[in-house]
């Protein structure tokens, strides 16, 4: 239960007040679209809210399955922050017991709660292969996030786990740094804040935070755009400011342009010269960074022929789910609307700049029934450059 106070606080934090029930956010919302339970919508959880039905707005399907996506705040006319508003409504259900369906049997939390302990002691840096160079004392460190768990939990669908980060290493030793890679490093807290465990997101971003600082360094890269989002905003609003810039590897990557020199020997149905490819904007990166040009300048650079989907930019489908919480048919169906939509603009390949995209495009794709309409091919943009890369 959240009391009348704490409700009351979040509303007007969060503009709920301002909430005209207009039912923009009904008709762009991808849970309502496909939630068949109950209809439900953003603006009936504010209206829940504000009304005082709090048992109401705690049990509606949608508040542990938005997928904070922002699309209902592109288009408020009166800049509800919805996504916000659900996420501090979270951490007060949190507090009080409460908490979304864990898919992935809590796999993925857990790791993130054993990382929270300051006297664990781990060595992250197994997965640097030998010709990638990195420094101590680099300006630039490369932030990993969670890709060497990511490429044990879901190998059966060969996602590209560590090899986007052995990949990231190799793209910024071609820019002349060797990064600085933690040994020490901890999940960003991303999912734990979203999902309303602040106090595991606020352990973990404290020990992060302590480390940064430690490197001495100027610059945070990442490849991941939830960790870029948490480490560039939630970090310094949230927790402590850290004082470092911090990029998205595709910020870097629209600068290289002809600079890539074209590959030899392809791997990918689109690597050759001119290959047609449509690119799926994550919410993180887009929605919330604001970053959309960076990933196009840099497939433009590497001579790819960018086919748009039909919703695109701050339009941009969501891939389904989010803090791998709710993760049922509601998602696979958003998935699959989303895998038709880029199969039908005849590109090869879908490229995505997150690594959760493609793991829930490619589970999604491990349907036997479904592997012909959705089969197109899955890479994630620093790999796909990377290869470009002698």
Known sequence: MIDSDTMRDIITRNRAWYCLDCGKCSAVCPITRWEKRCYTTPRLLVERAVGGRTDEFLDDPLFWSCLTCKRC??????????????????????????????????????????????????????????GLRVSDSSETVYFTGCLPYYDVLFKKLNVEGVEIARAAVKILNYLGIEPQVMAGERCCGHDQLWEGDVETFGALARLNLEQL???????????????????????????????????????????????????????????????????QDPCRLGRHLGIYDAPRAALAGLGFDLVEMERTRHTSLCCGTSCWTSCGQ????????????????????????????????????????????IGIEIRDLTTLVAERLR
């Not at 560039?232 to 002809?258: C, T, W």
């Open 73 to 130: 705040s592109q288009l408020c006319p009166s800049e509800v922050y919805f996504s916000e508003f659900l996420r501090d409504a979270r951490a007060s259900a949190h507090a009080g017991g409460r908490s979304g369906e864990c898919t992935h049997s809590d796999a993925i939390h857990t790791w993130a709660r054993m990382m929270a302990d300051p006297d664990l002691r781990q060595d992250r840096l197994g997965w640097l292969e030998a």
């Open 330 to 373: 509601v998602s696979k169906n958003i998935q699959v609307e989303r895998l038709k939509e880029a199969q039908a603009t005849g590109a090869q390949v879908l490229v995505t700049a997150c690594v959760k995209c493609q793991i829930h495009f490619k589970c999604a794709q491990d349907d036997p029934a479904l592997r012909q309409e």
């Open 213 to 279: 600082k430690a490197t001495g360094a100027k610059r945070i890269v990442t490849t991941c755009p939830e960790c870029a989002r948490t480490l560039k905003v939630d970090y310094p609003q949230l927790v402590g400011a850290h004082g470092m810039e911090v990029l998205h590897i595709s910020q870097l990557l629209a600068d290289l342009k002809h600079d890539i020199p074209k590959h030899d020997s392809p791997r990918s149905a689109a690597e050759g010269e001119g290959g047609r490819v449509t690119y």
